[in-house]
């Protein structure tokens, strides 16, 4: 079975095409006209989506060396996201499987994050629990097989990319700020402030970021090293120390919950996936604790972290095989939860 997906989310305009679960391409293009606002600005991602569309399926299908009437069903993103950028995806890819008279299958985003991990760790077993961060969500879920997992907790404000990105913005750094904090704190002293970690319920699932930015804030300001008006240069050391301490913050809630979750549930596999999963010090603490506790940790290659078409692709295949498929009135939804199909 040949399936062509296309992810229009966010800001990254993609297409995959994959054949009984082996990805022959994953095109991915990053919209890189947010960079200047600092986060991605809606009616821009969707024009640029309309622009990139057909160039980056053209490219998956060259890549992959197949031609349209080779490909078997068509997966796409349909929610959550941005309702404007979701629409180009779901109405190019609903076009064009009602012209080749093809199955269409709506995929919901959170899935294609929660199974992605198949396309680097074939090995991956059930059941296992799933941390999902990325700049939009925080979710753990526990995964107890093919396409029936059950939500735990999420985050109550921001998602942890977000705070990355907001604390980046703080710093001057650029958007998108985790690649650059993640950097940064790796040449920092994470005990050099001592941010608040926010477990909330001790056995509970949720999370929240919000406060840990403010923290951040309050802290720069008392420095003297913020201002509303213009960005001050922060002195090279104390600066690696602050993303160090904030980072070491982040990853020390995110990982404790994520055992609290397979230990409660009783899982031997963790997997982790979003933008926020190429984190190096969320990687290298999840896999030491992991070999404390006899608990495997599956990360999937980079390419499989932030958004893209393969997963929507993995999930479409899933959906497809089992004869799932949605009509032509099928709509984007900018919030559909993880429990929905
Ligand atoms: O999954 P993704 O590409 O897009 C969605 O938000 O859906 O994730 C992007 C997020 C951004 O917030 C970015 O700052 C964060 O992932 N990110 C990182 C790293 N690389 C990307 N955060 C921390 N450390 C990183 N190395
Ligand atoms: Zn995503």
């Known amino acids: 079975m040949k399936i062509l997906g296309i992810e229009t989310s966010c800001d990254e305009t993609s297409a995959a095409v994959l054949s009984n679960g082996e990805v022959l391409s994953n095109i991915i293009s990053s919209q890189l006209i947010h960079k200047k606002y600092g986060g991605v600005v809606p009616e821009l991602a969707s024009r640029a989506h309309q622009k990139l569309i057909i160039p980056v399926v053209d490219e998956a299908l060259q890549i992959s060396k197949t031609d349209l009437s080779q490909i078997d069903g068509i997966a796409v993103t349909y929610g959550p996201g941005l309702i404007g950028a979701l629409m180009v995806g779901l109405n190019f890819a609903k076009a064009l499987a009602y012209q080749l008279n093809l199955p269409l299958v709506g995929v919901n985003h959170m899935h294609a994050h929660l199974y992605s991990n198949f396309l680097t760790h074939k090995e991956l077993d059930y059941p296992f629990v799933c941390l999902i961060v990325s700049g939009g969500h925080t979710q753990l879920v526990y995964v107890e097989k093919p396409l029936i997992h059950r939500l735990l907790g999420e985050t109550l404000d921001d998602a942890a990319g977000e705070a990355y990105d907001k604390v980046a913005k703080m710093l001057g750094l650029g958007f998108p700020g985790g690649p650059q904090i ?27 970021f919000s406060g840990i930015k403010t923290s951040v804030l309050y802290w720069l300001k008392k420095k003297k090293y913020y201002s509303d008006v213009n960005i001050i240069k922060i002195p090279q050391d104390e600066l690696r120390n602050l993303c160090a301490s904030f980072q070491s913050a982040v990853v020390e809630v ?84 993880i429990e929905e199909f």
Request: proline share 4%; glycine share 6%.
């Open 254 to 337: 995110l990982v404790n919950k994520t055992f609290l979750a397979a230990e409660k549930f009783n899982v031997k596999n963790i997997a982790i996936s979003g933008g926020v999963s190429a984190n190096s010090e969320l990687r290298k603490r999840l896999i030491k604790i992991g070999k404390e506790k006899n608990i495997k940790v599956f990360v999937p290659d980079m390419e499989y972290c932030t958004d893209n078409a393969a997963m929507t692709a993995f999930v479409g295949e899933m959906l497809l095989v089992r004869n799932i498929k949605s009509p032509f009135d099928l709509t984007a939804k900018a919030n559909l939860s």
């Open 182 to 208: 993640d950097k940064l704190a790796s040449e920092g002293n994470p005990d050099y402030v001592k941010f608040p970690r926010a477990y909330l319920d001790k056995e509970g699932f949720e999370f929240s």
